[in-house]
T-cell receptor, first 112, second 113 residues
Framework: DAGITQSPRYKITETGRQVTLMCHQT?????MFWYRQDLGHGLRLIYY???????DKGEVPDGYVVSRSKTENFPLTLESATRSQTSVYFC???????????FGPGTRLTVL | QQQVKQSPQSLIVQKGGISIINCAYE??????FPWYQQFPGKGPALLIA?????SEKKEGRFTISFNKSAKQFSLHIMDSQPGDSATYFC????????????FGTGTRLTVIP
């Protein structure tokens, strides 16, 4: 039972490059979320998705793009990475029946 | 603007002591208040949660106290153990399908043996 996985776990990139962070869940959860975690800010919601092909903005969506063509995958793309996007990114998922969000192990992204 | 304010930022407690972490919110429409526990290098995991129709919820050594009129809630860890050393996040959400969470800034708890 793999649960929710993220790849890569660590990524270093340069300013202006495009980066895609992957999230995969094996539970068939309807909802999926992307958060970023920064010291002094806790976790902040970037985007979320209620189902395949349904996505919506969270608190801090600027500079990010998401898609969800399959229920199990929810990739997050930084189209032109900036240093302010250096962060730890967490993917999460939940069913429509409960409030509990289940988090992946995170991706540490450094933008030089 | 931080929707949920959390304090303290860090906390050091002796083994066997009580750890208390406090959170406050402004939006009276919030109706779900979870606490998440995060160990280094791991994702957050739900520890315990409460809805505003009760004033207290206890699960083992962990208790949430909720004060609706003051718009505050707190996590109490009784008989704190070194294994409880982690970062704790409070959060709040509106009752919608997605239950988007607004997190506090986190408290790093260290329990000294």
């Amino acid at each position: 039972d793999a649960g929710i996985t993220q790849s890569p776990r660590y990524k270093i990139t340069e300013t202006g490059r495009q980066v895609t962070l992957m999230c995969h869940q094996t539970w068939s959860h309807s909802y999926m979320f992307w958060y970023r975690q920064d010291l002094g800010h806790g976790l902040r919601l970037i985007y979320y998705s209620a189902a395949a092909d349904i996505t919506d903005k969270g608190e801090v969506p600027d500079g990010y793009v998401v898609s969800r063509s399959k229920t199990e995958n929810f990739p997050l793309t930084l189209e032109s990475a900036t240093r302010s996007q250096t962060s730890v990114y967490f993917c999460a998922s939940k069913t429509i029946f409960t409030d509990t969000q289940y988090f992946g192990p995170g991706t540490r992204l450094t933008v030089l | 603007q931080q929707q949920v304010k959390q304090s303290p930022q860090s906390l050091i407690v002796q083994k066997g002591g009580i750890s208390i972490i406090n959170c406050a919110y402004e939006n009276t429409a919030f109706d779900y208040f979870p606490w998440y526990q995060q160990f280094p290098g791991k994702g957050p995991a739900l520890l315990i949660a409460i809805r505003p129709d009760v004033s207290e919820k206890k699960e083992g050594r962990f208790t949430i106290s909720f004060n609706k009129s003051a718009k505050q809630f707190s996590l109490h860890i009784m008989d704190s153990q070194p294994g409880d050393s982690a970062t704790y996040f409070c959060a709040a959400s509106l009752w919608t399908g997605a239950n988007n969470l607004f997190f506090g800034t986190g408290t790093r708890l260290t329990v000294i043996p």
